[in-house]
Nanobody, 116 residues
Framework: QVQLVESGGGLVRPGDSLKLSCVASGFTFSSYWMSWYRQAPGKERELVASISSVGNSINYPDSVKGRFTISRDNAKNTVYLQMNSLKPEDMAVYYC?????????WGQGTQVTVSS
């Protein structure tokens, strides 16, 4: 079965960096787009970054463009999210997401806390 396991979250100060990882299993990782979403308390889940199956197409919303970088290693079935210049408004639970054969799958999430 499809499994997504995120890691790398933590408590950081404004301006710091953090790198999240998501290890995937149960499907042919190299054939699918992968995405990172986040959800802050009281807010809807929002897309943070998406990357195509071979990494040649990437999308970011304006809120993170220039600060966040998504990447993937298809040999390791892993997608990454490098987050730089973190702001308090980046604080959220970050989720890995994939659509496989019409079904949507999510990881359990990893908490990112940005506070001085």
């Amino acid at each position: 079965q499809v499994q997504l396991v995120e890691s790398g979250g933590g408590l950081v100060r404004p301006g710091d960096s953090l790198k999240l990882s998501c290890v995937a299993s149960g499907f042919t990782f190299s054939s699918y787009w992968m995405s990172w979403y986040r959800q802050a308390p009281g807010k809807e889940r929002e897309l943070v970054a998406s990357i195509s199956s071979v990494g040649n197409s990437i999308n970011y919303p304006d809120s993170v463009k220039g600060r966040f970088t998504i990447s993937r290693d298809n040999a390791k079935n892993t997608v990454y999210l490098q987050m730089n210049s973190l702001k308090p408004e980046d604080m959220a639970v970050y989720y890995c997401q994939v659509f496989v054969k019409g079904y949507e799958y999510w990881g359990q999430g990893t908490q990112v806390t940005v506070s001085s």
